[in-house]
């Protein structure tokens, strides 16, 4: 089940990158980042109550939200510069540029968690990074 999700994320991902483009044409990135932040914090807010999960915030270890803080900094910080991306660019060309975050992502789960690297992600980041190459060139 967990690649439905996976496609329903790469989808959402590709609306994003189309919507965004469009809504920051004469915006400040930064504000446009800003806004859209503040949907998405309504939103998983709005599930999350909606669900009842908030019961699950008093069972979080330091360690849990120590590292749930650093990955929301990152988040935020990947929105920041991608925004920037697309008002300076082409969706076209930034979209394959920020999935080169696939094949970094497939080093850095090797390098700090101990997953598997085999010659099938190997090769799949390879073609990644290849592909995007193409697509910037």
Do not use: C, H
């Not at 044409?25 to 800003?34: K, M």
Request: net charge positive.
């Amino acid at each position: 089940m967990w690649w439905l999700y996976a496609l329903l994320s790469a989808f959402f991902a590709s609306l994003t990158a189309i919507f965004a483009k469009i809504g920051i044409t004469g915006v400040n990135s930064n504000l446009a980042t800003a806004i859209r932040t503040v949907i998405i914090l309504m939103v998983a807010w709005g599930i999350v109550l909606a669900k009842g999960e908030q019961k699950g915030i008093a069972s979080l270890s330091r360690q849990n939200f120590i590292f749930l803080v650093i990955s929301g900094i990152a988040t935020g910080l990947s929105w920041i510069f991608y925004f920037k991306a697309l008002q300076l660019g082409k969706v076209s060309q930034v979209a394959p540029v920020d999935k080169l975050s696939v094949a970094l992502t497939i080093l850095l789960s090797f390098l700090f968690l101990g997953e598997e690297l085999t010659v099938k992600t190997i090769v799949g980041a390879l073609l990644i990074i290849g592909g995007t190459v193409v697509l910037i060139l």
